[in-house]
C-alpha cells in the first residue's frame, strides 16, 4: 500500500509533458530561435531518439513514429542526420544556428 502511494506521490511531482514543452518553448522564443530552426531541431531529436530506440532499423523507426519508411529517409537527408557504423546515426549539423 505504502508504495502504490509513493508512486502516486513521485507522478504527481513530475512536470507533465505539456509543462516541459512550455517551459522549453518558452526559453526559445526568449532566446529568439524562429519557428522553421524549432521544428527542425525537434524533428531532428525526434528521428535520432526513434533510431536509437530500434537500433538504427529505418523501418522500425518509421513504424514508431507513424510516417513510411521513405518519407523518414527523406526527412533524415533534409535534416543532414547521417549514418555513422552499423545501427548508429548522427546529425552532422545543428538544427538551430541562431544563438542570441
Not at 508504495?3 to 514543452?21: C, D, G, I
Not at 530552426?37 to 518509421?62: D, H, M
Not at 518519407?71 to 552532422?92: D, H, N, V
Request: no cysteine.
Amino acid at each position: 500500500m505504502d508504495q502504490t502511494r509513493e508512486m502516486k506521490e513521485q507522478a504527481e511531482s513530475k512536470p507533465t509533458m505539456r509543462a516541459v514543452l512550455e517551459a522549453v518553448i518558452s526559453e526559445m522564443v526568449a532566446k529568439g530561435i524562429y519557428w522553421p530552426e524549432a521544428v527542425a531541431e525537434f524533428e531532428k531529436l525526434f528521428i535520432l531518439e526513434a533510431l536509437r530506440r530500434t537500433r538504427g532499423n529505418l523501418g522500425k523507426a518509421a513504424l514508431t513514429m507513424g510516417v513510411h519508411r521513405n518519407t523518414l529517409s527523406k526527412k533524415m537527408r533534409e535534416l543532414g542526420i547521417e549514418k555513422r557504423r552499423k545501427g548508429e546515426y548522427f546529425a552532422s549539423q545543428p538544427a538551430i544556428k541562431k544563438v542570441v
